[in-house]
């Protein structure tokens, strides 16, 4: 089979603050601290975004989903991402797997990142098993580290469907 791949990568970053809600690949997640942004600020779908857009050479999330505009003020990022995965579709392509990285120094994700995985694929209509996403800390380096904010990296491969 004669497939036509392409290859995206994402990237997001968002400043912590006290009393907002954390959320993460589709689910909050409980902590003292929470992403300052226009909409949910679920760092994870937007390096995934703007991975497929990426891939697809359609620009950036901000270019479709402009942080200017009320209509996306506080939006779930999952709407975003259905939306995305949409043109993805409307372009001809299918996605072949994603791979998430997310830079965050507490709380520790293991325990929510299979519901990560099965919320992702269930949004983007794909096999839990082409969604991986891992963690690490900034071993108290930097931002990351002295838990000021929060950065994802999403690298995805579509294939002409």
């Known amino acids: 089979m004669k497939c036509d791949f392409r290859i995206g990568n994402g990237y997001d970053v968002h400043r912590l603050e006290a009393g907002r809600t954390l959320t993460l690949g589709g689910i909050a997640i409980p902590h003292t601290k929470g992403c300052v942004a226009h909409s949910d ?3 994870i779908i937007h390096a995934l975004c ?3 857009l990426g891939a697809l050479a359609l620009g950036d999330i901000g270019r479709h989903f402009p942080d200017t505009s009320a209509e996306f003020a506080g939006i779930d990022s ?3 991402l259905r939306r995305t995965c949409d043109m993805v579709q409307e372009n001809g392509y299918e996605l072949v797997n994603a791979d998430i990285t997310l830079l965050l120094q507490a709380p520790k994700i293991a325990p929510y990142v ?3 995985r099965t919320t ?4 983007m209509g794909v096999a839990v098993d082409a969604v991986s996403v891992k963690a690490t800390t900034g071993e108290r380096m ?16 579509l294939c002409k469907a």
Request: proline share 0%; hydrophobic share 55%; charged share 25%.
């Open 41 to 43: 600020g679920d760092v």
């Open 50 to 52: 703007d991975a497929l």
């Open 114 to 116: 299979e519901q990560m």
């Open 142 to 157: 930097g931002f990351v580290g002295r838990e000021e904010g929060v950065e994802a990296y999403a690298a995805v491969l």
């Open 78 to 80: 999952k709407i975003l």
């Open 120 to 123: 992702l694929a269930s949004v």
